[in-house]
């Protein structure tokens, strides 16, 4: 048989090496805690005016204050979404649709996830004009560019915070500056799916108007997020029906899902500098690993630069997914590419933005920790690479 | 709305004293199909006619859907019944199955009857003429065509009379059930689903087998031969489908053997264990999805090659078929969006830039010795660690 039994130096075996954090995350004890007792003691509908409800009410008031308070923002700046597609979506096309008269150009980047580049696209149909900041081969936002790019007529920027597929960092305060000194009338709203809990964000301070957050990236429940909308912002409804969340976002609200998300978001924050310099130490000591075999090249910012939680690397001569799928024989787990585009057989939006050659696209993994991972899974999964890779770079297709 | 359809049956009805056994297959195949359907389905057999008399809660489009997947079925046709005591009842059950199947209608029509019932006390011709003569009083803006009539009215007399002017097409073809069993080489493709149809659809039983080779194809790619051969098993019933880890024999035969002969080694081995594994499920055949010419393992000398190592024949239906037809056929039968999936087969991934397109038999044998130190045991090993699953 191909797969073997996945054993230690010690001869011990190893149970499952989880280094897909960037996909999704295991939800943490005292979320499936909350999740359960919402779902089974307090499940009233917290519209109701019996005292179900307001017990089921309390969950949301608690879950917004302590998304707030990592924040730094007031509670009725928190609206919350089904995740971070939602709230891109919403901050993107509700925010255009509003702000039409003013202007009609919006400003991204190029190296934006689905989850906001099919938005624009979509705005592109309706008659929106969309301009795509450059980025350089490490990722690095094109400011001088973005400079020349802030004309009159641009309503909306938006910008990643951290790249979901190489970790680069888009620094997101000059950005705001720069947004808000050429056009005043534009917002700036930031994609924080791979930020949020790995970066303290003040928006208001630093001038962020909406920042978009996905609860399963941190150990909260999938199918919850929030969308950070700054008092005075105007933006349409995506979504109309009851008139929860003051008509902002109609449909009874996934109680369970938001009191998970509370409590995730707290833990994200608890321990905080410890937890990120836990992540910086495995991914510089990963990214060591890596340098020690031949044939690997590592993308995106290095060290502290880049963000704490994502190494992305291509094996010369081996195809990503066979490489996905024989580490994964080891119960060890990585992405190829992003995960929410893996059927597609296009290049990955970032590498083709960060002009990768063709070569290191086919061959690209990303690793993605939490921080729970430890250094011997990451020493393990060195070995199994160091294994494997003689043996896939011997057999390929020519 | 109809309670009962009349089931037409074409090839089945020559089949001289074989025909009950086709017919009963028939009847087990559709009491099959209707048993996930809502509604309770009474079948009946009478005198060169199935009937399938629906109770309950039905839904007509579900039901002719499910009877549009039963092979041996070549058409269905929603029939009024009424009793045939009279001749009033059968006038009155004619003008009621007018003015629900055809309200408004101003075009052209004929009666067409047939009384096997003979104590039905008028003839033919002269009830024909009657429920003409009934229809054009009660619809004044339809006219009679004898020669080209648009709306051809069927009525049979026989213990109750039945009357019908639509046929529903059915898919044709023999009850699956009627004509033993072949083994079907299943890779995740456009054609290989398609060529399992066509042999079920003359009435063989299907099994399967599928060769997967993990890490280079992935547990998704083998869902989807799952999924494929779920789609093909509502025609052909429930699928044996073997699912046979070809890794090391790849790689091996990758290591000892030229490389551009690589695939029809590859597929020597692979007509090696799916013979095997026909021989163990009592399969009389084996059959594959191949046309000639299609792409270098499937030219006049390659499937010289790979055919030389059967010893049981090897059906290839789309033999003569361009990629357009079989592309045409998959969407009828609704394989074609799961096939075109993008995962790796095993096929394709060492696929070498120029393979051989004209092998010749001796030379391939000739590398084939290369492998016989451990190629049995490979053989064996892949053979004994082969997973069987019942998809229906």
């Known amino acids: 048989m191909y797969f073997t039994m996945k054993v230690c130096y010690n001869g011990a075996t190893m149970s499952e090496i989880y280094f897909d954090n960037s996909s999704t995350t295991k939800p943490s004890k005292a979320v499936l805690e909350v999740v359960e007792k919402t779902m089974t003691e307090d499940y009233g509908n917290p519209s109701s005016m019996h005292k179900k409800g307001m017990d089921a009410e309390a969950y949301l008031k608690n879950a917004r204050r302590a998304i707030a308070d990592t924040l730094k923002a007031d509670p009725s700046e928190i609206y919350f979404t089904s995740g971070g597609t939602e709230s891109n979506n919403w901050a993107l096309i509700g925010t255009a649709l509003a702000n039409q008269r003013q202007g009609r150009k919006i400003l991204t980047t190029q190296m934006e996830h689905p989850a906001v580049a099919e938005p624009c696209a979509f705005l592109e149909k309706l008659g929106f004009e969309v301009g795509k900041i450059p980025v350089d081969e490490n990722g690095t936002l094109d400011l001088e560019t973005l400079e020349k790019m802030l004309t009159d007529d641009v309503i909306l920027v938006s910008t990643m915070y951290v790249n979901n597929e190489i970790g680069a960092v888009v620094p997101v305060e000059k950005v705001a500056k720069m947004v808000h000194s050429a056009c005043p009338h534009a917002f700036y709203h930031v994609d924080a799916i791979q930020a949020y809990g790995k970066y303290r964000i003040r928006p208001a301070r630093v001038g962020i108007d909406m920042l978009s957050v996905s609860g399963h990236k941190l150990h909260g429940p999938k199918g919850t997020g929030f969308l950070y909308v700054k008092n005075g912002v105007k933006m349409n409804p995506l979504i109309y029906g009851g008139g929860q969340n003051g008509g902002m976002r109609s449909g009874t609200e996934n109680v369970p899902g938001i009191a998970g998300l509370g409590i995730a978001a707290r833990e994200a924050y608890t321990d905080f500098d410890a937890k990120i310099d836990h992540l910086y130490d495995l991914k510089e000591h990963m990214i060591k690993g890596l340098m020690s075999i031949d044939d690997v090249v590592v993308h995106g910012m290095p060290g502290r630069e880049g963000a704490p939680h994502i190494v992305n690397a291509s094996f010369l001569g081996v195809g990503s997914e066979v490489l996905l799928h024989t580490l994964e024989s080891h119960d060890i787990y990585v992405s190829a590419g992003s995960a929410c585009s893996t059927h597609k057989r296009s290049g990955s939006p970032t590498l083709t933005a960060i002009h990768a050659p063709q070569e290191e696209m086919a061959s690209s993994v990303r690793f993605s920790f939490c921080e729970n991972n430890t250094v011997e899974e990451v020493d393990e999964t060195i070995r199994v690479l160091r294994e494997e890779l003689p043996r896939l770079r011997r057999y390929r297709a020519h | ?392």
């Open chain 2, 1 to 392: 709305m109809y309670h009962t359809y009349l089931i037409k049956y074409g090839e089945i009805g020559i089949k001289g004293n074989n025909r009950h056994v086709f017919e009963d297959a028939l009847v087990k195949r559709i009491k099959e199909a209707l048993t996930p359907v809502d509604g309770e389905f009474n079948i009946t057999k009478e005198r060169g006619r199935i009937y399938v008399h629906c109770e309950g809660d039905w839904d007509p489009d579900e039901t002719v859907e499910a009877l549009q997947h039963v092979f041996g079925i070549v058409g269905i046709c929603p029939v009024e019944v009424c009793p045939a005591d009279s001749y009033e009842s059968l006038r009155d059950g004619m003008l009621a199955y007018v003015k629900n199947e055809h309200p408004g209608s101003d075009e052209t029509f004929k009666v067409k009857v047939r009384r096997p019932n003979k104590d039905f006390p008028m003839k033919s011709p002269d009830v024909e003429a009657e429920l003409g003569h009934d229809i054009l009083e009660n619809f004044p803006a339809m006219t009679v065509d004898v020669h080209h009539p648009q709306i051809l009215f069927d009525v049979e007399i026989r213990d109750v009379a039945y009357i019908y002017s639509k046929i529903i097409p059915g898919p044709g073809g023999m009850p699956v059930g009627t004509n033993g069993r072949a083994m079907l080489c299943l890779s995740g493709g456009i054609d290989s689903p398609v060529a399992g149809y066509m042999i079920a659809k003359r009435g063989v039983t299907i099994d399967a087998v599928y060769f997967h080779a993990p890490p280079y194809t992935s547990e998704r790619a083998r869902q989807k031969v799952v999924d494929l051969a779920r789609i093909v098993s509502r025609y052909s019933g429930p699928i044996r489908l073997h699912v046979v880890n070809f890794t090391d024999i790849q790689l091996y035969i990758y290591d000892q053997c030229p490389h551009e002969e690589l695939t029809i080694i590859m597929r020597r081995y692979m007509m090696r264990i799916a013979e095997h594994f026909a021989k163990e499920d009592n399969d009389l055949g084996i059959i594959t999805g191949e046309s000639i010419g299609q792409v270098a393992s499937q030219t006049m000398q390659s499937l010289l090659c790979t055919n030389a190592v059967c010893t049981l024949p090897v059906y290839r239906p789309l033999i003569g078929f361009d990629k357009e037809e079989i592309v045409r056929i998959s969407k009828k039968i609704g394989t074609f969006e799961t096939s075109i999936l993008p995962y790796e087969d095993c096929c394709t991934i060492f696929v070498a830039k120029h393979p051989v397109t004209r092998p010749i038999l001796s030379v391939i044998e000739r590398s084939e010795t290369h492998l016989t130190e451990k190629i049995d045991q490979m053989v064996e090993e892949a053979i004994s660690t082969t997973e069987t699953i019942l998809v229906q």
